[in-house]
């Protein structure tokens, strides 16, 4: 059984039924919601960047030379990850895809900003993604990272059954446009994230959960908490 682990913001771990394990954007040393910081994390097989903001990359360098797990995002993410001495690293870019140990990962269209965290000379502006993993076993998440609605979102139909959407509005979607991606894509069961951690993106989960009604089942999780699926 794969489960997936929430950190606080947009930070996940998932294990799968192979015993991998893959964080989404870590967060955790100056997220006022982490129920871990950096030092507590001792095994990671892989690290998924969705963009180079802070609140999405701060911590992915530290924890892929504490841990030795594989970095994987955007060429120009990875590209600046390698001047700062990764070198278990994967570049791939939006719409491509490539099979892992734990396997396939698909980078899929986001809509937000492209700055690259730690890159004083904005040498590496990238663009932002999600991530869609079809996993050993057949099972299949979708991580939206930080964005707005897309129509793009309407191809995921029938190949989803968890995922992952930010519902904090201000600098994502809010609500309401998230119950709308939950409309394109059909998954089975959403977990919204990227709310709370400030003020400006203050939400209510369980008015989400009212919003997307009978379309998916709604787990509203706790940092520290973990969905099984």
Known sequence: MARLTWHGHA???????????????PYLDDNPRA?????????????????????????AIPLAKQTGARLISTYEIVSFCQ?????NVHALHIGGGNHFDFGYAKMTP??????????????????????WL?????KRLYY?????????????????????????DNFTMGPEDATRAVEFIEPRVVLPMHY??????????????????????????????SYNF
Do not use: C, Y
Request: aromatic content about 8%; cysteine-free; charged content about 25%.
């Open 11 to 25: 930070t996940f771990t998932l294990e799968t039924d192979q015993g991998h394990r893959i964080m989404f954007d």
């Open 83 to 87: 001047t700062q001495g990764l070198q």
């Open 196 to 225: 709370n951690t400030w003020e400006a993106i203050e939400q209510d989960p369980n008015g989400f959960r009212d919003l997307v009604g009978d379309r998916a089942e709604v787990v509203i999780l706790d940092p520290g908490d």
């Open 144 to 168: 939206a990272g930080d964005t707005a609605l897309l129509t793009d979102m309407q191809l995921l139909k029938g190949k989803v059954d968890v995922a992952v959407l930010p519902i904090g």
């Open 110 to 131: 986001a809509l937000h900003g492209g700055q690259v965290h730690g890159d004083t000379e904005g040498a590496f502006t990238t663009v932002p993604g999600g991530w």
């Open 35 to 59: 129920d871990i910081r950096v030092e507590d994390v001792r095994k990671l097989d892989f690290i998924l960047v969705s963009h180079g903001h802070f609140d999405h990359f701060q911590d």
């Open 134 to 138: 079809d996993l050993k076993g057949g």
